[in-house]
């Protein structure tokens, strides 16, 4: 079955580096990737989706890779700030209309 | 901005009870999406829903769920008689559109918080 693996353990970061989180699956080829924003008690938010035909997406300070051979994206946070703390979920959508859900990995940006 | 709103926030109900979440998605959009979430666990899909009728069905969507969409604006996600195990966060969403080239992005809403005691 296709699995979505991310780093489940919380990742600390100080102000104003780079996080960098990763996504890897398997036993599929998606289309595209996406990548949503969760805050605790609330709904994913999504953020930004790379097809598998682009390398890489940027929206502000975020950026998205996309590598089919390694079958992994990198999601990365430039200038981060502590507003940015929260869980970052990774997703793709299979060929029979459903989106699934990596496990996600929790930010911590230390001020 | 358009959102996806659902009722109620929090549902507190004894083991054995009936249970109907509500959700009304945006106003556009085509696809809807239940998706629960146990504390501390991933975003889990339980089922889509297009034209009326489940489009996709995870096995957790046994027969104690069904959904409906019982007028043009409000889908409802029922558990028939709800187990402990039942406890979760549950998600509705809706997308202008399913899989496809053009991609499916899902706006969620809140999500109601559903406590089987």
């Known amino acids: 079955s296709q699995k979505i693996e991310q780093n489940s353990e919380a990742l600390n970061i100080q102000e104003g580096k780079t996080a960098t989180l990763t996504c890897n699956y398997t036993?599929?080829?998606?289309?595209?990737l996406q990548w949503y924003r969760q805050d605790p008690g609330r709904g994913p938010v999504f953020l930004l989706l790379?097809?598998?035909?682009?390398k890489e997406k940027r929206k502000e300070r975020l950026k998205v890779t996309f590598d089919t051979t390694l079958k992994q994206s990198l999601f990365h946070i430039t200038a981060s700030q502590p507003a940015d703390s929260a869980t970052y979920l990774c997703?793709?959508?299979?060929?029979?209309?459903?989106?699934?859900f990596g496990k996600g990995t929790r930010l911590h940006i230390l001020p | 901005e358009p959102e996806v709103t659902q009722t109620p926030s929090h549902q507190v109900t004894q083991m054995g009870q009936e249970v109907i979440l509500r959700c009304v998605p945006i106003?556009?959009?085509?696809?809807f999406y239940w998706y629960r979430q146990i504390l501390g666990q991933k975003v889990e899909f339980l089922v889509s829903?297009?034209?009326?009728?489940?489009?996709?069905k995870s096995e957790i969507f046994d027969d104690q769920f069904s959904v409906e969409r019982p007028d043009g604006s409000n889908f409802t996600l029922k558990i028939r008689s709800t187990k402990l195990e039942d406890s979760a966060m549950y998600f509705c969403?809706?997308?202008?559109?399913?899989?496809?080239?053009?991609?499916?992005?899902?706006?969620f809403g809140a999500g109601s918080r559903l406590t089987v005691l």
């Open positions: 790379i097809r598998e035909n682009e």
């Open positions: 829903f297009y034209n009326n009728e489940i489009s996709e």
């Open positions: 106003s556009n959009h085509l696809y």
């Open positions: 969403a809706s997308s202008p559109r399913g899989v496809g080239p053009g991609a499916n992005v899902l706006t």
């Open positions: 036993n599929y080829s998606p289309a595209y």
């Open positions: 997703a793709f959508a299979n060929r029979d209309d459903k989106i699934i």
